[in-house]
Nanobody
Framework: QVQLVESGGGLVQAGDSLRLSCAAS????????MAWFRQAPGKEREFVAT????????YYADSVKGRFAISRDNAKNTMYLQMNSLKSDDTAVYYC?????????????????WGQGTQVTVSS
């Protein structure tokens, strides 16, 4: 198991930027494909972005493509989500997730390691 802790959320205005971090501990971080998901009140958890173990392959939901950037630093056991041009629709709890595999997926049930989440609120 790998333990995950998100940070960096907050209250911002539309158009602002935030950078979320996901710090990992417990196992070799570089063995895990990673992802960001989010969940708004009353809605199901949805995929935001994925990144491969090496960081060379990334994939984004259409709703965030061109505005968000996922990255990882395996030497620091940390993954990031740079969020630019934030919209009110981006308001949600953001979760990082890890999967012991070379390949990330967009399905929450494929991940067995989750952080506690960090709240992002975008006011319009």
């Amino acid at each position: 198991q790998v333990q995950l802790v998100e940070s960096g959320g907050g209250l911002v205005q539309a158009g602002d930027s935030l950078r979320l971090s996901c710090a990992a501990s417990g196992r070799t971080f570089g063995n895990y494909a990673m992802a960001w998901f989010r969940q708004a009140p009353g809605k199901e958890r949805e995929f935001v972005a994925t990144i491969s173990r090496s960081g060379t392959s990334t994939y984004y939901a259409d709703s965030v493509k061109g505005r968000f950037a996922i990255s990882r630093d395996n030497a620091k056991n940390t993954m990031y989500l740079q969020m630019n041009s934030l919209k009110s629709d981006d308001t949600a709890v953001y979760y990082c997730a890890a999967r012991l595999s070379s390949f990330a997926t967009t399905t929450p049930r494929d991940y067995d390691n989750w952080g506690q989440g960090t709240q992002v609120t975008v006011s319009s």
